[in-house]
């Protein structure tokens, strides 16, 4: 499997659990409900590099580690969608949209209208 | 007398060339040779504006009767401060690009973890990711390892040959390297000095590479899917109020895709023609013969 999909794996298990689950915990759950059978030591260097991206926060506990995401997957799709709306000047070249940019408030408007439309 | 003329041609390239270009109705039917033609522009008037920096305190000692060495300091003084012009310029183009790839990188990585994998069976690319969530978006993510991202909202808005035409477009984009094209525009317009720079090469070149990718979107498509997946996205995401009509990209390109394309191989080639001669020329009218005198002053 390639390391893009094992990340999205290993942060879906983190998002539908939400709380901070520890190395074995995300090895397991990947086995049980994912039916991914993966190295305990890959599952692990998978949690450390999201780590390091910001993606997943580290808590220390005792001994051991526990992973959190950093937000939720609501709140992350939120900040991309934010991000890949807003357009200032020295933004203009870094993405390409269809039907182009938002001013923040419209933008603003937008998100939280789609947002109500979900529940 | 080269100095001035070479002003006069740099002032006119960045200053009345641009409301008339950006205004005119054929850059639409020849859109990629209309960009490149705003790069002649954009080239030429720098050219000029450093044709300007190297030969004027030649030019001036010259007329002043000054002797050898105070040319000589001139024309030093002159290509030190050409070259801090040109250094400028390249830092901005590095700054541009650098923090552009910067925000694609963190936007990819994000976008990868969110995907929605499951909903894009029937979504054969394989660059193609979905964000969950109801705004309906379609964009990509240019770069090496490049990214089409859909919503759910606007896989639920537009229906198959709709998204196909969206993919196309985004696609050409993407294989066309346009990001390229728009970071050398925006860093040019960064590095200009407030009071000189106008956005005008900047908005019309981003309209005609959405041009030049609705027209090859079209060719894989037909006109009608893109046409109806414009309208639907552009009614569900409104832009702000106060954009005019005949500047709102959206409609002119709506307009533009409501008549068979019309393309023209003779305008092409004119307008292709005139982004080199606007290179050319200058150079070896004005340029050559002012180096072949400057030259004779040269200390080294």
């Known amino acids: 499997m390639a390391l893009g999909d094992l990340e999205r794996e290993v942060m879906t298990v983190l998002w539908e659990r939400y709380d901070p689950l520890t190395v074995r915990e995300v090895h397991q759950e990947l086995a049980r409900e994912r039916h991914r059978d993966l190295a305990y030591t890959t599952v692990m260097t998978v949690l450390d590099r999201l780590a390091k991206k910001g993606v997943v926060r580290q808590l220390k506990e005792g001994r051991a580690y526990r992973y959190a995401p950093a937000q939720s997957r609501e709140e992350m799709t939120a900040s991309v969608m934010m991000d890949a709306l807003s357009g200032t000047p020295d933004q203009d070249a870094a993405l390409a949209h269809f039907v182009g940019q938002l001013p923040p408030e419209a933008l603003r408007a937008a998100i939280e209208a789609a947002a109500r439309q979900d529940r | ?300």
């Open chain 2, 1 to 300: 007398m080269t100095a001035l003329l070479l002003g006069a041609l740099g002032l006119t390239l960045s200053l009345v060339v641009p409301g008339p270009l950006a205004r005119a109705h054929w850059p639409g039917r020849a859109p990629a040779a209309a960009v490149l033609l705003w790069q002649a522009v954009t080239l030429a008037a720098v050219l000029s504006a450093l044709g300007v920096v190297l030969a004027a305190p030649e030019e001036l000692t010259r007329a002043f009767g000054s002797g050898r060495p105070v040319t000589a300091a001139a024309l030093i003084g002159a290509l030190a401060v050409a070259a801090v012009i040109v250094l400028r310029l390249l830092i901005s183009l590095y700054g541009v690009s650098k923090r552009s790839r910067a925000r694609r990188a963190r936007h990819r990585l994000l976008v990868d973890l969110l995907d929605r994998a499951e909903q894009r069976q029937e979504l054969d690319a394989g660059n193609v990711r979905v964000l969950q969530g109801n705004l309906p978006l379609a964009y990509c993510v240019p770069g090496r390892e490049a990214r089409v991202v859909l919503s759910d909202g606007a896989l639920r808005l537009l229906d198959r040959e709709e998204i196909d035409a969206v993919i196309a477009h985004e696609q050409t984009h993407l294989r066309h390297r346009h990001e390229v094209v728009m970071e050398s525009f925006t860093a040019f317009y960064r590095a200009v000095p407030r009071l000189l720079r106008s956005r005008a090469p900047l908005d019309a070149v981003h309209v005609l590479l959405e041009m030049v990718a609705d027209d090859a979107a079209r060719r894989r498509t037909g006109s009608a899917p893109l046409r109806g997946a414009l309208e639907r996205l552009a009614e569900a995401v409104p832009l702000a109020e106060d954009v005019a009509p005949e500047t709102d990209s959206r409609r002119v390109r709506m307009e533009r895709l409501a008549v068979p394309r019309n393309p023209s191989v003779a305008l092409d080639l004119l307008v292709v023609a005139a982004a080199l001669a606007l290179l050319v020329l200058p150079t070896v009218i004005l340029v050559v013969p002012w180096l072949d005198r400057a030259l004779d002053a040269w200390p080294l």
